[in-house]
């Protein structure tokens, strides 16, 4: 029994390696807007054999109870707007293979939380994985600079010398290591002190050297903001706060382009109101939007679609919408994708139902460490996608930490931790 422990935990383990490291590491030196993974012959004939191993893994040694938190409600509305969505693209096949791929790599997120027996071997393996990551990145960026840092021969000059490890760009960098920082306070507080506290100073410090100010500023708010529950017992109060704050970041990002009043605003609160040149690319989206407000463009389809590329230049702008292919808002581009309506719903129910699931996880005491870590990740990435866009974005590790902490917290709402092996 316990050689089986030890093979599940390990197994776990590889997942969560896989999920941040990808299967597509250190691509180029310089700044590509990656143009999507559905195409990457890589991804998909190895993130369909993983599926299908960790899949079996899953039926062999899961309890068929805690299976069938895989069939969420919420979950199954989410992928069938995905599904849907593509075939409204203006290309279907493309958008369905990116949708596959999107729920191929989640069994990834699914064997992470449910393999492990407890939640001692759950930290175990996982610090293990992570460790070996950031020593790997650690490496990378004083042997091989130029696969881990931009350069000045990049596309963006001005990043020269901030690290992105293994990942293409410091914008996905920086929320990924900012997801690992919050995962070494988990183990600290889980009794794995010195690799908890060796995950937390070795990502954080790795965060300040992407040098992405918003990110930077971002993880200490979600930390403390979380924190707050433990410290006044006031769960619920932390979550009214979470909203408010929510609420003030979307008027200081993309409020700016449909308020003078909130533009004004953000340009006496900081050095770059147009957070390097989003505020046109956000303009561009939204004024996009009404003209397919039902149904939406499709998935991961509006950038590349015949709307955008077939525009003329703004040489005003300062960023040309032809060459990229994210709105960099979450949000926008689930308007875009799946149109007002189901956007909405998804947006909804993706940082909705968390916070709900969080208030019921945190009744069970012996549950309270790893809500706590979950809720981290919802709120953190809840900030960051006001920058970013990571929304069902197939094996993008943004996108898949975000599900491992939304999922994570549907199943410790549900089931009460175990801390040893049985």
């Known amino acids: 029994m316990r050689l089986i422990d030890a093979g599940t935990a390990f197994l776990a383990g590889v997942a969560m390696f896989i999920l941040v490291m990808t299967l597509t590491p250190f691509q180029g030196g310089g700044f590509t807007e990656p143009t999507g993974n559905d195409g990457n012959i890589i991804n998909q004939v190895g993130y369909l054999s993983l599926s299908a191993l960790y899949l079996f893994c899953l ?8 299976l069938l938190t895989l069939l969420s409600p919420a979950w199954i509305v989410v992928f069938a707007i995905a599904f849907w969505s593509s075939m409204q693209a203006y290309d279907p096949a493309a958008a369905l293979r990116g949708v596959m791929l999107t729920a191929l790599s989640m069994t990834l997120v699914a064997a992470v939380l449910l393999l492990p027996r407890s939640e001692r071997s759950f930290v175990n393996a996982c610090s293990t994985a992570v460790l070996i990551l950031i020593v790997i990145d650690y490496a990378a960026v004083f042997l091989i600079p130029g696969a881990a840092t931009h350069t000045a ?3 963006e000059p001005w990043h020269a010398g901030s690290w992105r490890g293994h990942l293409i760009h410091k914008n996905f960098a920086a929320p990924v290591f900012s997801v690992l920082a919050m995962f070494g306070i988990y183990c600290w507080r889980s009794g794995f002190v010195k690799r908890g506290a060796a995950i937390f100073f070795l990502a954080a410090f ?4 992407t040098q992405s100010k918003t990110t930077t500023g971002f993880l200490p708010l979600a930390i403390m903001l979380v924190f707050m529950a433990r410290v006044f017992g006031r769960p619920g109060l932390v979550i009214a706060l979470h909203l408010i704050l929510t609420a003030v970041i979307a008027c200081l990002t993309i409020g700016t382009v449909m308020s003078p009043q909130l533009l004004a605003l953000t340009t006496w609160l900081m050095e770059d109101p147009t957070f390097t040149g989003r505020d046109d690319i956000w303009r561009f989206g939204i004024a996009s939007i009404r003209d397919r407000f039902w149904d939406g463009y499709g998935y991961f389809s509006f950038w590349l679609s015949p709307a955008v590329l077939g525009q003329e230049a703004n040489f005003e702008a300062a960023w040309d919408v032809r060459g990229i292919v994210s709105g960099h808002n979450t949000y926008l581009d689930a308007l875009l994708a ?4 189901a ?3 998804v947006i909804l129910i993706l940082m909705g139902k968390p916070l709900f699931d969080y ?6 005491p012996e549950n309270r460490a790893l809500a706590d870590f979950m809720l981290m990740i919802v709120v953190f990435m809840t900030y960051n996608g006001m920058l970013e866009s990571y929304y069902l974005n197939r094996a993008d590790p943004m996108w898949l930490l975000f599900a491992l902490g939304s999922f994570g917290l549907t199943i410790v709402s549900r089931y009460s931790l175990k801390r040893e092996e049985p």
Do not use: E, M, Q
């Open 59 to 66: 039926f062999i040694f899961v309890d068929r109870k805690l």
């Open 153 to 155: 021969a990049g596309g």
């Open 206 to 209: 790795f965060v300040l050297k």
């Open 338 to 341: 799946f149109g007002v309506p």
């Open 343 to 345: 956007g909405s719903a």
């Open 359 to 364: 208030l019921t996880a945190y009744r069970r």
